[in-house]
């Protein structure tokens, strides 16, 4: 029986993972095919374009809200996968950077309709004016890129001395390429652990991949996520006239309610299974292992504010989350 539930469990999340690969590397490309057919690339007609895109605006701002209340229904309904819906829903459009097209809502890239209400508040007098200014906007949150930024800075200096001008270009896809494959990994191991589990009723998952990450799901989402924006930044090529800037502001802002919806998890498992789970958390680590130096680092603003390593109250999880996005956007202005 149980050879019979580990091998259910590997096989559904084996199906899961395969699943988000080929929605990541080959769905996109399939489904660009076939807008392209419905939204035409106006190219540099701007006055048909114009017309269109004042045809589908108010469907824009209607998608907006709808994303944005579902955030907000899910915290506030305590069913936190609405809110995690609702994040996903905001990302969504990252896949249009899959078609290049000149016309920004050409093919695929009608999921940027969902951020049609943030291009307008950029200046500018025409549609053109505003997605070029709109970068001011979303690339708003670009400090997310310094980890990258640094490792490639290594490979173009290496590059440089072995006078390879492209090693970092491919250094990009190569990259790419070992995110998606290790979330999707992480992503198989979280899911069999938590299936297993699920199957013999254990109510806190200590075992498997669970030892080293107390939210690997959400670890896997962030890697997957964070790989598809680098890809937004540095593979995509867009034809001339065809820019749109990635939007790292927004993969911040989805990371923040990934991060508050997993520790409201850890506030409802304190308040069903006590000092079981309270002892679980202090000896492993939230997502991934960190020295402890840069862990105190990470964790100053909240024993600063709170005296604790980790927000549990509502109110301490808002306050510390709205300061790490504050800083992290101060940074950015910076970077």
């Known amino acids: 029986m149980k050879k019979n539930l ?20 080959q769905l996109p490309i399939l489904v660009n095919e076939f807008l392209r057919e419905q939204f035409i690339d106006y190219g540099l007609n ?15 701002y209607f998608g907006l809200i709808i994303t ?43 999921l940027r309709i969902l951020w049609l209400p943030i291009i307008e508040l950029s200046p500018g007098e025409t549609w053109p004016e ?31 001395l072995s006078n390879n001008t492209d090693l970092a270009n491919l250094f990009d896809i190569i990259f790419f390429f070992i995110i998606i494959l290790l979330s999707a990994t992480i992503f198989f ?22 030892k080293y990450s107390r939210h690997p799901q959400y670890l896997s989402f962030i890697l997957w996520t964070y790989a598809l924006l680098l890809y937004d930044k540095y593979i995509f ?17 989805m990371i923040m309610i990934i991060i508050a919806l997993a520790l409201y998890e850890e ?14 958390r202090d000896r492993t680590n939230f997502l991934i292992p960190l020295p402890k130096k840069i862990t105190k680092i990470l964790t100053y603003p909240t024993k600063k504010l709170f005296k604790k390593n980790l927000p549990e109250k509502n109110r301490e999880i808002f306050t510390t989350l ?14």
């Open 68 to 110: 944005l209340s579902l955030i907000v229904l899910g915290f506030v309904s305590k069913n936190r996968k609405i809110s995690f819906l609702g994040s996903l829903a905001l990302y969504l459009p990252t896949f249009s950077y899959f078609a290049s097209t000149m016309f920004f809502l050409a093919g695929i890239g009608i």
């Open 46 to 60: 701007w006055q048909d374009a114009e017309k269109f895109i004042e045809t589908i605006k108010p469907i824009g």
């Open 267 to 280: 506030k409802d498992m304190i308040k069903y299974h006590g000092i079981e789970y309270i002892q679980y």
């Open 189 to 210: 191991l979280a899911c069999a652990t938590w299936l297993y589990n699920k199957f013999i009723k254990q109510n806190i998952i200590t075992s498997g991949i669970y």
């Open 322 to 335: 709205a300061l790490y996005y504050l800083i992290l956007l101060i940074f950015s202005l910076m970077y």
């Open 237 to 253: 090529t867009p034809p001339k006239g065809g820019y749109f800037a990635p939007p790292p502001l927004l993969w911040l802002s």
């Open 130 to 160: 505003k997605i070029y200014f709109a970068k001011n906007i979303f690339e708003l949150g670009d400090i997310v890129y310094l980890p990258y930024d640094i490792i490639r800075l290594v490979v173009g200096f290496i590059g440089f």
């Open 6 to 25: 580990i091998l259910y469990s590997i096989i559904l999340s084996a199906i899961f993972a395969i699943t988000i690969l080929y929605s990541t590397l």
